[in-house]
């Protein structure tokens, strides 16, 4: 039964609970559970996108245009429900297709014509979040203050609780279970492998790899819209600068998840474990005291000792197995 | 004659002619962006890209990326900005933050060869990281009262041209001459375009990837001077987002981000393209928050069509091939 687990899912796992362990022992208010659920929200938005941008990076890719998405969605959900005044969930849904169709512009693109990921989703990046600023500059709204005044229902999203438990954990476990549901039980998830392994290959077994890798951006444009409306809904305010920082959190959670950046190999489950750890990170080291911008050392110390462990162990595990098979050939 | 259609067929031409096209279309909306005095300025304001561009060239051509410039240019920035400030002299300062280049670049290429971690992820790592120092060691404050000969270097003028805009662009014809006519120059080159090639040539590849990144450190510390004497004091998110308009400028001018093809000339082109798209939209009394949303789709239309000219290009030679083999043939 253990041997199933891989073996990265269970040091993140064991990562976890030593992270529960020591953050508790320098300030016991970080066992109390409720803190800990709700320290869901801080890291929710980082969470949803890295369960997709897990997909995108398994067929070979990558997309850093989702932190301006958020800015984006959120700026359309407050226009398109405060100043133009249609209902709000109406605006919600408009938000998130419009997410959903940058993530497809970036795919069609990259995947029809033929040009580098980072290229594309760079110029995106610039692009999406241009177009916030734009619409922000054209509404006459303080570009500071954002767009408040949402209905009570609206900040329920991100703010209410069901039975005790906060939304953010039900929709933290909800996104979980839709990427890890598409990207290891279905047909296409297969393909996501197979084309992250060699595309020729897939494109000669009569996978249309084309469309996958288009499919996988859209589905990142739209997890990166759902993250925008959450977190306006959390803060309570629609502004165009959201998401900006969370470039290298979103790729933090996707690598120390155990996805490798070449693609072929990874999995939700270990960005799901890996934004745990970086979330609980965050808040036990304000806990115990660290000034907040201090927490982009221990991240990226974080990222580049889990890339160097997780890039090493192969040669290392080879070099083991070698020296123990020559010595039974001795013994032979 | 043939040289003057090989110079055409140069992707550097088309950026040159873009450049070109970009002044001119300006310059009949409003004439007095074509006034030297705004091409100078121009010149200016793009300085620091074109000396970010330069470095970032190098591990481009690797087939590596370097994220870290924009921590490099803060760290080294902020420190000579003190050393400066505290009445230490210009060549102290210059020393320092060449040091400073120097060690993130070395830094960058260890974690890269040694511990074979994609330059992606390690620079962005790292540029975390330097961020974060900067803050410790300024203390969360901004490194102000920098003294005014200081700033005063930036505009010394001789015969009415800028003396540092001088220095950058013969700069950069000396790395393009090196990069293109000499002997291990060409080795970047090589090593972006085939790996294994290169290294059954001979060329010591892991030893040309780190002074590639140890370019670019120093690239971008040098930047970070020319921040200082140009802007005159030094925020905690100086340089903050600049290296993804380098990278961006890199690509506009030819650059490829897989390595093996681009120029350092083309790079500047592409820098100085990005800082006039700025000023022209301010000559064309377009509002700034335009910036991003026209830099970007820029971007990303030049990129395609690129992308789209080389796919039909590599087919048209394919078919070349092809009809030539089957001519052989018969004859």
Known sequence: ????????????????????????????????????????????????????????????GIDISGVSIIGLTSVVTGLLSQVVGINIWVSILCAILIGGLCGLLNGVLIAYGRVQ????????????SGIAIVLVGLSDVSTYEGISGFPEGFSQIANGEVMGIPNSV????VMFFIAYILLHRTRFGRYIYLTGINQNTAEYSG?????????????????????????????????????????????????????????????????????????????????????????????????????????????????????????????? | ???????????????????????????????????????????????????????????????????????????????????????????????????????????NGFGVIKLKISSFIMTLAILSITRVVQVIYTDGKWVENIPANIKELSNIDIFGINVLTFIVIVGVVFVQVYLSKSRKGRYYNAIGDNVDGAISLGIPVNRYIAYSFVISGICASLAGLIFVSQIGFVSTNAGAGIELTVIAACVLGGVSLVGGIGTVVGAALGAIILTSINSALVYMKVPAFWNDTISGSLLIIIVVVDALLAFNTNKKAKKLRLNARVLQKEA
């Open chain 1, 117 to 128: 990921a980072m290229v594309i989703t760079l110029g995106g990046m610039l692009l999406y």
């Open chain 1, 170 to 173: 039900i929709l933290f476990i």
């Open chain 1, 1 to 60: 039964m253990l041997n199933k687990i891989p073996k990265w899912n269970l040091t993140l796992f064991i990562l976890i609970i030593s992270e529960i362990i020591v953050f508790g022992m320098i300030n016991p208010r970080f066992w109390n559970v409720t803190i800990l659920l709700n320290s869901f929200n801080d890291f929710i938005s980082v969470a949803i996108i890295g369960f997709f941008v897990t997909m995108v990076v398994i067929t070979g």
């Open chain 1, 207 to 332: 996978i249309n790899t084309k469309k996958i890798i288009a499919a996988t951006y859209f589905l990142s444009g739209l997890s990166a819209g759902i993250a925008g409306v959450v977190l306006t809904s959390y803060l309570g305010s629609a502004r165009s600068d959201y998401g900006a920082e969370y470039l290298m959190p979103i790729l933090t959670v996707v690598v120390l998840g155990g996805t490798l950046i070449t693609g072929g190999k990874g999995g939700v489950i270990g960005t799901a474990l890996a934004s745990i750890i970086l979330g609980f990170m965050q808040i036990g080291l304000q806990m115990a005291g660290v000034s907040t911008q201090y927490i982009g050392l221990a991240t990226g110390v974080l990222l580049i000792v889990s890339v160097a462990f997780l890039g090493i162990n192969p040669d290392f595990r080879f070099n083991v197995r070698r020296i123990f098979t020559q010595k039974q050939n001795i013994g032979g």
């Open chain 2, 1 to 107: 004659m043939s040289r003057i259609t090989n110079i055409i067929k140069l992707r550097e031409f088309r950026t040159f002619i873009f450049l070109i096209l970009l002044f001119v279309v300006v310059g009949f909306i409003n004439s007095d962006y074509l006034s030297l005095q705004n091409i100078d300025k121009s010149l200016k304001s793009s300085l620091l890209y074109i000396v970010l561009a330069v470095g970032m060239t190098f591990v481009l051509l690797t087939g590596n990326l370097d994220i870290s410039v924009g921590g490099t240019l803060g760290l080294s920035a902020a420190v000579s900005g003190t050393i400066l400030r505290d009445g230490g002299s210009v060549f102290t300062a210059a020393i320092a933050a060449i040091l400073i280049g120097v060690v993130i670049g070395l830094i």
